[in-house]
């Protein structure tokens, strides 16, 4: 399979297929390997998408990382395709927004400076060179261009593929945390 659109349904299809309790556990181990991870340890910055119900669930990073970090979500602008990140202080400061996504509130600071920040990039399917396949919209995409930070993925182990074809505009993110394994680029670890 090599046309995204086909992937992405297979994808799709694959989350859509587990059970909630298997959801619910691989959720937990994911976001506890992310928690226990060095670059997370070590930012003072996290910049973390708010996750839908397809997503790896990123609700324990951002609870446990809004009592002694900074947590900045994405808020796409309603004009064009462009997406900022704004500062959360609570979980109540998360609103409904497009695409029927939680996002900061508008009153909500933005932020362009990330300093000793980690990034939490959401996909569908990372491959094991760290590229990932998203949802096709390229908010990220234009995100990542500018951004110097630490890149890490969340991803189901089952939703892991070996490689994918990727553009020059492709940007690999550094590591990626499942709930079996976790991938370096070039080399993966076991837990």
Do not use: W
Not at 82 to 89: A, V
């Amino acid at each position: 399979m090599t046309d995204k659109k086909a992937l992405r349904k297979h994808f799709k299809e694959i989350r859509l297929s587990m059970s909630a309790e298997e959801r619910k556990q691989a959720d937990v181990a994911v976001q506890q390997a992310f928690l226990d991870s060095e670059e997370y340890k070590s930012c003072t910055t996290v910049l973390a998408y708010v996750s839908s119900d397809i997503e790896v669930s990123t609700a324990e990073i951002v609870r446990k990382a809004l009592k002694s970090k900074i947590v900045l979500c994405p808020r796409c602008e309603k004009n064009g395709n462009i997406m900022y990140f704004h500062r959360i202080n609570s979980t109540y400061d998360l609103k409904e927004g497009r695409f029927g996504i939680f996002e900061p509130d508008e009153s909500c600071e933005k932020y362009c400076v990330f300093d000793n920040a980690l990034c939490i990039v959401p996909a569908l399917s990372y491959d094991k060179d760290g590229y990932r396949l998203g949802f096709g919209m390229g908010f990220y995409d234009r995100f990542l261009a500018d951004y110097n930070g630490i890149k890490l993925g969340l991803c189901y182990d089952n939703c892991m593929s070996e490689s994918f074809c990727h553009d020059g505009y492709d940007i690999s993110v550094d590591k990626v945390f499942t709930d079996k394994d976790i991938y370096t680029i070039n080399t993966k670890e076991r837990k």
